[in-house]
């Protein structure tokens, strides 16, 4: 049973606009939250995280948000660029693992 | 520089051979982790270890053993008994505790033929 799932495998935007993936979870004892940014053959990079105290975390042209009550996240890239072209992964922590959702492909358009 | 290897990146053996997939890190994070990516259905935990001699199965643990005799060390054995062995298998560390975030290898592409 899928505990963290990211129901859009892909996502295609414009270079400058904004992009917005979405995760949602089932688990309400998850506490932490991260996004992972994936090239091809390589492995994940961190992006950033959120503790569930918080409802959002900024750094730089990213923003995750935290709806609590929905179970649900979202990475926001403003203004989004054709650099940030990868498969981005959001994480749960649960008892000294991470659990991943499937992943979403974003392409930035030039 | 710090960091975490896997080797090799590509690997191909036949059908029925058991393989094993080297990690190491110096880090000196306490725990390390074995994920396994398949198209479409993201990063699968298949074992991970939070101190030394000491690991748990993960979600899709069948057909793979791990060993973790060393903290720098976690390697992961492919068994015959895997089914589909065909995969980008991911090896990660980090600290031991909540709300840390773990760090990844390059990764393994291991073809069974």
């Known amino acids: 049973d899928q505990q963290v799932k990211q129901n859009s495998p892909s996502l295609s935007v414009q270079e400058g606009r904004i992009s917005i993936l979405n995760c949602d979870y089932t688990n309400s004892m998850f506490d932490y939250f991260l996004w992972y940014k994936k090239y091809p053959a390589e492995g994940p990079t961190f992006l950033i995280s959120?503790?569930?105290?918080?409802d959002k975390n900024e750094d730089g042209r990213f923003t995750v948000f935290l709806n609590k009550s929905a179970k649900h996240l979202s990475l926001h890239i403003v203004p989004s660029q054709p650099g940030d072209s990868a498969v981005y992964f959001c994480a749960a922590s649960d008892v000294g693992k991470l659990i991943f959702g499937q992943g979403t492909t974003l392409q930035v358009k030039p | 520089d710090g960091g975490i290897t896997q080797s090799p990146k590509y690997l191909f053996r036949k059908e029925g051979q058991n393989v094993t997939l080297s990690c190491e890190q110096n880090l000196n994070h306490d725990a390390m982790y074995w994920y396994r990516q398949d198209p479409g259905q993201g990063l699968r935990l298949i074992y991970y270890?939070?101190?030394?001699?000491?690991?748990q199965k993960g979600d899709i643990a069948e057909g793979y053993s791990v060993s973790r005799e060393k903290k720098e060390s976690f390697p992961l054995t492919v068994t015959s008994a895997q089914k589909n062995p065909t995969a980008f298998y991911l090896c990660a560390s980090s600290i031991s505790g909540p709300r840390t975030e773990a760090f990844f290898g390059q990764g393994t592409r291991l073809t069974v033929v």
């Open positions: 270890s939070q101190i030394v001699n000491d690991f």
């Open positions: 959120i503790s569930s105290i918080k």
